[in-house]
């Protein structure tokens, strides 16, 4: 007696009806060639009933790929999908059965040239693969391949609610490459539909190590090109700049020197749009060492002024740089941020409220105490405006302020107590008496080599 495979496990087989099989198919397609569909069919499912019972496994893979492809062949998709389903349901039918079967009627599917009969095929194929992990994979598929009709058909948001039905991360026959190619389509119906929270609960299921490898390159491009669409909606500029950088990195943009440089525009753009922290601040100063700054000097002269630590005058600033950011030149074109449009509009305006909180931060480190009029002379704002801004910074704990509206002044520093003001100043001291210790032990040092040379001078003159 021969053994089968299934399921892992060898299954004794009573009767090999491969040769039945054969000669049964053979007759089934003549009487398909001849109009005779059912009774081809007929004879089929008989076999595959005997075969099944008797664990021949091979026998009724066969069979259930042969019921299909008649049907196919006589063009009856009505048959084909109830015969699917019929066979997929039958009393102890084998999985590798069942699956070879739901393959063969994916690729028929590509063949299908009327759409509705198309669409009632693929769900027929879903409603056989659901709940069944033998077959996730072809379920993905046919799922994902009914996304981008829906998508084609204007109906982006019906295929992005059957595509999220997915668990792909959890697929573990599925090859990586696929699993995350279906994910970031994931991602890319939920922003067409403007679902931003999915979006976000998608990317976090991205393995970022996967884009490491050089071989997908081209994934990692797509994942931040739609990150940066969704940090873009919610204005994470940081983000948006974090994103940017991981482009400009990577090899295949670093070969091309217009994609390269415009992916540091935007980078450049984006980062000094973002709130000042930490952050911000250390990223800055290492895009500062970037050879390419050279090339692109509107943005090289954009960024030092947000480093520097010295007042942005808007109006100079505005008419030197405008132009360059907003419009390009033949040279140097604009990247898409500050274009003349709404939204570079928009980011125009917040580049300006930027600078006007680069210039209190650098108010407060020169300035303890200052009278509002005059800072909001030196910043070019009413009092009012300066207020707002002050009092948005004290919010982010970005800078401490205190406003004294009775007096028209803003301070800078804590107000500190007595026993603060002693210890700082008891901190002082005894870093001022380490440093004369530690000057004292050095000119001591000096003294002593300086006596042992002359010393040996003095005895070699003797001698």
Known sequence: MALNSVDGKL???????????????AKSEELVRAGHLQEALDGLIVLEKQAR???????????????????????NYDMLTEMMVVMSKRRSQYKQAVTAMVQEV????????????????????????????????????????????????????EGAEILQDLQIETYGSMERREKMEMLLEQMRLCLAKQDYVRTQIISRKVSLKFFEEEA??????????????????????????RHYGAIYNTKKIKENPIDSLQALQCLLSYLVLAPFD???????????????????????????????????????????LEKDLRQGSAELPAVYVFQPNAEGTARWLQLRQRTTEHNIRIAALYYSRVSLNRLAFLLSLTPLQLEEFIGKL???????????????????????????????????????????SQTTHLINKEEMVHGMEHAAVAVADKD
């Open 106 to 157: 994916v690729k028929i599917v590509d063949t299908i040239a009327d759409r509705p009969t198309q669409l009632k095929v693929i769900e027929a194929i879903r409603t056989v693969t659901e709940g069944k992990i033998y077959v996730e994979v072809e379920r993905a598929r046919i799922t994902y391949k009914l996304a981008l009709m829906l998508e084609a058909e204007g109906k982006a948001k």
């Open 216 to 241: 997908n390159q081209d994934l990692k491009l797509k994942y931040f090109k739609l990150m940066i669409q969704l940090d873009e909606h919610d204005s994470k500029f940081l983000s948006v700049a």
């Open 278 to 320: 930490n952050e911000q601040h250390d990223m800055m100063h290492r895009m500062l060492a970037d050879k390419n700054l050279d090339k692109i000097p509107p943005y090289k002269r954009l960024l030092k002024s947000f480093i520097t630590e010295e007042i942005i005058q808007w109006t100079i600033f505005s008419s030197e």
């Open 394 to 436: 004290v919010t982010k704990k970005t800078i401490f302020a205190r406003i004294d509206r009775p007096s028209g002044t803003v301070v800078f520093r804590p107000h500190k107590n007595v026993d603060a003001t002693l210890d700082d100043w008891a901190g002082n001291v005894a870093k001022l008496m380490e440093m004369i």
């Open 53 to 75: 019972q008797s664990g021949d496994t091979f026998s009724s893979v066969k069979v259930l790929c042969a019921i299909v492809n008649l049907c196919a062949q006589a063009k």
């Open 11 to 25: 299954v004794k087989m009573e009767v090999d009806y491969a040769e039945a099989v054969a000669a049964q198919i």
